[in-house]
């Protein structure tokens, strides 16, 4: 079945600095490759999303590129502030295997002001 | 729109004793997913319901089940609980493929 693979587990940035967090898949199959933010308390929250049709999606500050050979996609957070911190994980959609998400690990983002 | 809500948000039990947690979708989703995280296995998939019906299963054991009711309600029950059902609970709901989470139910089980 599906595996995904997150990297890093932890990130510390500074304040403006920016932050890439990569994660590849195993089915190449997949199609769809949501991003989660999760803060402390909290259920996990759709940041961004990208498609397998797609190379490139991006959202203000928050950017996604998948490249499909390599089977990996990466999440990008530019000028990042105090209040992106907290555990991103990474996710993909098996295919034929509605509503079930296989996720990574997680990385936990502490940016410094 | 009223997000994905859960209830409770926090349960406290003790071994061999069964639970059941229910999840709200948001209006219009047909579709409800459940996830167990834990800090040593992460986000797992349990089970989705679609339109009243189970569509795919995780890998857990028989005492974690589901069901989902007319208006796309969901609840998720698990008996005989064990010390490592201690988790939070989320579900999720979706209309496609995007996902929403509640905020979750955390259970203890001591």
């Known amino acids: 079945g599906e595996n995904v693979e997150q990297h890093p587990s932890t990130l510390s940035v500074q304040e403006g600095d920016s932050a890439v967090i990569k994660c590849t898949y195993s089915d190449s199959a997949s199609n769809y490759f949501p991003w989660y933010k999760q803060e402390l308390g909290k259920g996990p929250q759709l940041i961004i999303d990208?498609?397998?049709?797609?190379g490139e999606k991006k959202d203000q500050r928050i950017a996604v590129t998948l490249n499909k050979t390599a089977k990996h996609f990466s999440l990008h957070i530019t000028e990042t502030q105090p209040e992106d911190s907290a555990v991103y994980f990474c996710a993909a959609t098996p295919p034929r295997s509605q509503g079930n998400l296989i996720f990574g690990k997680g990385t936990k983002l502490s940016v410094k002001p | 729109k009223a997000g994905v809500t859960q209830t409770p948000r926090y349960l406290i039990k003790t071994r061999g004793q069964q639970v059941t947690l229910s999840c709200s979708p948001i209006s219009g989703h047909r579709s409800v997913s459940w996830y167990q995280q834990t800090p040593g296995q992460g986000l797992q998939f349990l089970f989705e319901y679609f339109s009243e019906t189970q569509r795919n299963k995780g890998n857990f054991p028989g005492r974690f089940s589901g069901r989902q009711f007319s208006n796309s309600r969901s609840e998720m029950n698990v008996s005989t609980l064990e010390l490592g059902d201690s988790a939070l609970y989320l579900c999720?709901?979706?209309?496609?493929?995007?996902?929403?989470f509640g905020p979750g139910t955390r259970l203890l089980v001591l």
């Open positions: 999720a709901s979706s209309r496609q493929e995007t996902q929403y």
């Open positions: 990208i498609r397998s049709n797609v």
